[in-house]
């Protein structure tokens, strides 16, 4: 199980949601590689940002080794999941993909968390050290109903 999860920059939320599901995820013993990226390219290359490594690791997550990178066309075919943090970073991953775009693929992160509500993360990109841990806590929340979510679908694949 491969899954992505796509914000805008690659360096403030998607990397803080990476990190903390593929911890959540290891501990639960599931067999999942988490892995993100940005629809936009100004960061390519560059570490996450210094406050998202900081709630981070207050939250004893290491995220400092990952890199920035953009969204790619192949990736809706590389991953079985993909999690959008707003409805623009969703709207520029069906245009990314083209011909490849597959629906069912592709859903906004928090509503794994509020099913059907449509709600955004927040980009903390513009405010103060408060933003990044506001979205901790909500990034946080939606991990652990997606990895109960995923050791039930797991579970059931493998009965
Ligand atoms: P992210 O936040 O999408 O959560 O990584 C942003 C990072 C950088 C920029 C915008 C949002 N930027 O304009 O450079």
Same mark, same amino acid.
């Given at each position: 199980?491969?899954?992505?999860? @796509?914000?805008?920059? *690659?360096?403030?939320?998607?990397?803080?949601?990476? $990190?903390?599901?593929?911890?959540? %995820? !290891?501990?639960?013993?599931?067999?999942?590689?988490?892995?993100?990226?940005?629809?936009?390219?100004?960061?390519?290359?560059?570490?996450?940002?210094?406050?998202?490594?900081? @709630?981070?690791?207050? *939250?004893?997550?290491?995220?400092?080794?990952?890199? $920035?990178?953009?969204?790619?066309? %192949? !990736?809706?075919?590389?991953?079985?999941?993909?999690?959008?943090?707003?409805?623009?970073?969703?709207?520029?991953?069906?245009?990314?993909?083209?011909?490849?775009?597959?629906?069912?693929?592709?859903?906004?992160?928090?509503?794994?968390?509020?099913?059907?509500?449509?709600?955004?993360?927040?980009?903390?990109?513009?405010?103060?050290?408060?933003?990044?841990?506001?979205?901790?806590?909500?990034?946080?929340?939606?991990?652990?109903?997606?990895?109960?979510?995923?050791?039930?679908?797991?579970?059931?694949?493998?009965?």
């Amino acid at each position: 199980m491969k899954i992505l999860i @796509v914000c805008l920059g *690659n360096i403030c939320r998607s990397p803080l949601a990476q $990190g903390v599901l593929q911890q959540k %995820c !290891d501990e639960a013993g599931l067999q999942v590689k988490v892995d993100s990226a940005g629809t936009a390219g100004y960061h390519q290359g560059e570490p996450p940002h210094p406050d998202s490594i900081k @709630v981070a690791q207050e *939250n004893g997550i290491s995220i400092s080794h990952q890199r $920035g990178r953009m969204f790619k066309t %192949c !990736d809706i075919q590389e991953y079985d999941k993909i999690l959008a943090m707003d409805r623009s970073n969703y709207c520029a991953i069906k245009t990314s993909s083209g011909k490849s775009w597959d629906e069912s693929k592709v859903s906004l992160f928090l509503n794994e968390l509020n099913p059907g509500k449509n709600e955004e993360v927040p980009d903390p990109w513009y405010g103060t050290y408060d933003g990044y841990k506001d979205v901790y806590k909500l990034i946080d929340a939606t991990c652990d109903r997606i990895v109960e979510k995923l050791k039930n679908e797991l579970s059931l694949a493998q009965n």
